[in-house]
């Protein structure tokens, strides 16, 4: 997942990052480092966003077009 990826995601869902922060159980500063480009979070906590982002339904898309997501129907 790319920090505009997880922006994008957080967008579909009109989600704040205090509230996908939450969701994930990760800290607002790591959420926020990451979808700046400041650095990258541990791999678990990547997992965590990726997954309650996944979780509300939303898909990661690499299809040859670039990377994006969409909501599931």
Do not use: H, Y
Not at 5 to 12: F, K, N, S, V
Not at 26 to 47: D, H, M, Q, W, Y
Not at 50 to 63: Q, W
Request: with cysteine; charged share 20%.
């Amino acid at each position: 997942m790319l920090p505009t990826q997880c922006r994008a995601a957080r967008g579909l869902l009109d989600w704040s990052q205090a509230a996908l922060a939450e969701r994930a159980k990760v800290s607002l500063s790591a959420l926020k480092n990451f979808e700046g480009g400041r650095s990258t979070p541990i791999a678990n906590n990547l997992a965590a966003i990726r997954t309650a982002l996944e979780s509300a339904g939303v898909i990661f898309l690499d299809n040859g077009e670039g990377p994006g997501v969409k909501l599931r129907k």
